[in-house]
């Protein structure tokens, strides 16, 4: 809540994505040039100090910052995600796949590709294996169907399991 200062909001929605926050809801209303925002965030754990020390800086700057909540649900989960991809190569599949992977809450931990090309079809095959820590619960048919989206005839397989290695946030 505070004066309608759009700098300040927008510095503040900077910081909570340099964080790695994900906006789950937002809500806004303007009244009289004054702005009340609710938003829904998550933050890993590995952040919420920071942001704590962040939000009083905000709120010495006129943008008064309530936390009704921190939901410690998935403070300590450490799923992690194998995913398999192969099919044809298309230049920057790779980043696609990669950024489709942050957007869902996942953090790549390893990505190892290999690209071959046939001389007689002139075709360039693309296989990959990407270990992914999860940061949130996701709906696996969303994740394969927006990375099949990049690249036809992608064949992904996939499992979730709990691993030694993936680090808690």
Do not use: W
């Amino acid at each position: 809540m505070g004066r309608d200062n759009p700098e300040l909001q927008y510095k503040f929605v900077e910081t909570i994505a340099l964080m790695e926050g994900v906006f789950l809801n937002s809500q806004e209303t303007i009244v009289a040039g004054h702005v009340s925002t609710m938003y829904t965030v998550r933050l890993p754990m590995a952040y919420v100090s920071y942001a704590r020390k962040m939000f009083e800086e905000y709120s010495a700057k006129g943008l008064d910052i309530i936390v009704n909540d921190i939901d410690s649900e998935y403070s300590n989960f450490s799923d992690c995600m194998i995913l398999n991809i192969k099919g044809r190569y298309r230049f920057g599949l790779d980043h696609d796949i990669r950024n489709i992977l942050e957007s869902h809450g996942g953090v790549v931990e390893y990505l190892n590709q290999y690209h071959s090309r046939s001389f007689l079809n002139r075709d360039t095959s693309f296989t990959s294996k990407i270990r992914i820590r999860l940061t949130r619960p996701i709906v696996e048919m969303n994740l394969i169907v927006a990375i099949q989206r990049l690249s036809p005839n992608l064949k992904i397989e996939f499992s979730i399991d709990r691993i030694k290695g993936c680090v808690n946030y």
